[in-house]
Every structure is written in C-alpha cells, then in structure tokens.
T-cell receptor, first 113, second 115 residues
Framework: DQQVKQNSPSLSVQEGRISILNCDYT??????FLWYKKYPAEGPTFLIS?????DKNEDGRFTVFLNKSAKHLSLHIVPSQPGDSAVYFC????????????FGSGTQLTVLP | EAGVAQSPRYKIIEKRQSVAFWCNPISGHATLYWYQQILGQGPKLLIQFQNNGVVDDSQLPKDRFSAERLKGVDSTLKIQPAKLEDSAVYLC?????????????FGPGTRLTVT
C-alpha cells in the first residue's frame, strides 16, 4: 500500500520554463512534507519542506504548495535550469512520529537546454 | 562539515553469502537511519536508531538482516544469507535527533548486487 504516490515517473521541460512535480498521499496523519533531489550515484539531498499548517513555502526558484483537502502537494521550479535535472522524491512524516519519512517512488526531471 | 560516509560503495555477492555495510553519520547527529532503495522505488526505512538504541525496526527482515550502533556513532547493517531480491541501494541517513528537525542527511549509498 503506497501511502505517498508520485504518478509521473518522468518529466521533460525546456530550460527557462516552469517544472511542476506532483505528489499525492493517502495517510491523513501526515503533517510534514519534504522534497529531496537525487543525482546519480549520490544520496538524496534535502530541497524544501512544508508543514501542514501552511499551504505554500518558497525558497528561491523552488516553491512547494500543499492542498490538504485533496491530499496533494506540488513542487514548482521557476525558471528550470539544466542543473535541475535529477530524480525528485516527495516524502511525508506523520504527527507525533520519531520524524520517520515515507517516500514516493520519484520523478525523473530532465531540463532540456 | 563532513557528510554521511558509507562503505563500500559497490558490492557484488552470490546468493546465500553474507555482506556488511558501514555508515558514519554526521558528527553530533544522534539519530541514524538505514534505508533500502530498490530500483524504480523510493527509499524504504529499515531501521532507526536514537544514539545506540533502536527506535523502530518494524520493517527490518530480522530473519536475515541485522544492524547495530554499539557506541552511538558508527553503524553496521548486515545481511546473512543474501537473496536475489536484496539487490538494491542501501542508504544511511542521519539527523540531529528524532524530536526536532525532520531533515535527514543521506550518504551516497552502497549498491548491492546479489547474483
């Protein structure tokens, strides 16, 4: 039973355009969400996060939106750059947990020059 | 600040053999996690330590997997005997503690191939 789903295995975007990566979750106990970026042969690195008390968090070119009623979050990258090409993982943690993360299966983003 | 270190980076073994992975977390990080990432999937938590105690090992296949963090710093994950389905990347991550920040810092992983 996948509690965190990333339904798009891959996404291609032109350089300078917006990249939108989507993530859905089923567990209503999740109250903190993170996005990680992973390059080949490296471990995932933290990108941006959002608490369930917010619906938007912005950090430079990266913005995460949370729609709790739809159990959906998205990561927007504007403008997209070739160096953003990587696998992006959505992760979620339930309230009262020992900060354990449940990951989605990832989306491979390719930014074309 | 040095990141999470893992070794070896790659390992190829035959089924039924044993293998061990080593992890050194970021200095001062009390919480350590081991994840299994099968190709095409996201990382799946195997075990979480807080200092040298186990917080959660409910997802660890205890008939063949074991892990320890004896002095609350380095950790070792062992598989004995290995099966074909254990082929995956094994990731170690650390965080300051299990009650504060949600952010976990990952090592580069060990890619295990079981033939």
């Amino acid at each position: 039973d996948q509690q965190v789903k990333q339904n798009s295995p891959s996404l291609s975007v032109q350089e300078g355009r917006i990249s939108i990566l989507n993530c859905d979750y089923t567990n209503s106990m999740f109250d903190y969400f993170l996005w990680y970026k992973k390059y080949p042969a490296e471990g995932p690195t933290f990108l941006i996060s959002i608490s369930s008390i917010k619906d938007k968090n912005e950090d430079g070119r990266f913005t995460v939106f949370l729609n709790k009623s739809a159990k959906h979050l998205s990561l927007h990258i504007v403008p997209s750059q070739p160096g953003d090409s990587a696998v992006y993982f959505c992760a979620a943690s339930p309230s009262g947990s020992a900060r354990q993360l449940t990951f989605g299966s990832g989306t491979q983003l390719t930014v074309l020059p | 600040e040095a990141g999470v270190a893992q070794s070896p980076r790659y390992k190829i073994i035959e089924k039924r053999q044993s293998v061990a992975f080593w992890c050194n977390p970021i200095s001062g990080h009390a919480t350590l996690y081991w994840y299994q990432q099968i190709l095409g999937q996201g990382p799946k938590l195997l075990i979480q330590f807080q200092n040298n105690g186990v917080v959660d090992d409910s997802q660890l296949p205890k008939d063949r997997f074991s892990a320890e963090r004896l002095k609350g710093v380095d950790s070792t994950l062992k598989i004995q005997p290995a099966k074909l389905e254990d082929s995956a990347v094994y990731l170690c991550a650390s965080s300051l503690d299990s009650t504060g920040s949600y952010e976990q810092y990952f090592g580069p992983g060990t890619r295990l191939t079981v033939t």
